[in-house]
């Protein structure tokens, strides 16, 4: 994957005890549930690489000295928060693992302004071109016709291990997965879906794509063409302001 379009849009500031220096981003996705090694739980998910069209990145801008080594530090949105994200090594192979958690919407075309939303705990192995990917999907508390309210952590995580990537895209076969009332903002109903998301990792810390699939209960409604969009956040429990939940960057909140 070539991301030369977006080098005027997202830059990388690795920065560490020694000074910092600027890098460009990269060249080259209930009960607890844990997916299977081809990322879906119990499932197949073929290794294919990812929506036909390019995403674009959000708008950025960068912060913080010049260094080599230590955290990767972003700005996102324009509102001046950085977003730190580590790379440490994998104690049995070696290689170097990149992980933040972020914010990932998921917007269905049945009601757009209205998505579902999960701090997602982003691994990517094989870093700074990733053959791999662990998310872990905490779902988050929403009122109804609400966005940015309670938004505090609700159910057991879904957890997805070892999601094949290629040139920084990825596919991931939710299989049939559940989601509280408590967290769906657009019935305050429990909802249960198929899903299969198509995405690619724009930036070192924003990775986005489209969903497909089908909801099973309470009623039977395509979600083909809806979107999702994971941004990572500025801490633990530093949720962004506004929620991003398309590739172009357009947000709701």
Request: proline share 10%.
């Amino acid at each position: 994957m070539n991301f030369a379009l977006y080098r005027r849009i997202v830059v990388a500031v690795v920065c560490g005890s020694s000074g910092c220096s600027v890098r460009e981003p990269l060249d080259s996705a209930s009960d607890t549930e844990v997916g299977s090694s081809d990322g879906g739980p119990a499932s197949s998910s073929s290794t294919t690489t990812g929506p036909g069209d390019k995403p674009v990145p959000p708008p950025t801008s960068t912060t913080g000295p010049d260094d080599t080594t230590g955290p990767v530090v972003t700005t996102v949105l324009d509102t001046g928060d950085p977003v730190t994200s580590v790379v440490t090594s994998d104690a049995t192979t070696g290689e170097a693992v990149h992980e933040f958690q972020a914010l990932l919407a998921i917007s269905t075309v049945i009601a757009p302004d209205l998505p579902f939303q999960f701090i997602a705990t982003s691994t990517w192995t094989g870093w700074p071109e990733p053959h791999s990917l662990r998310l872990e999907l905490q779902p988050l508390a929403l009122g109804l016709n609400e966005v940015l309210t309670p938004r505090t952590p609700i159910g057991e995580p879904i957890v997805f291990e070892a999601i094949p990537v290629v040139d920084g895209a990825f596919e991931l076969d939710m299989g049939l997965t559940m989601v509280t009332g408590q967290a769906n903002p657009i019935t305050g109903g429990d909802v249960t879906a198929t899903l299969l998301l198509r995405g690619s990792l724009v930036a070192p810390d924003f990775y986005c794509g489209q969903v497909d699939g089908d909801i099973v209960t309470p009623l039977e409604a395509s979600v083909n063409g809806s979107t999702f969009a994971a941004l990572a956040m500025a801490g633990p429990d530093e949720l962004p302001p506004l929620v991003m939940i398309t590739c172009d960057g357009k947000t709701v909140g």
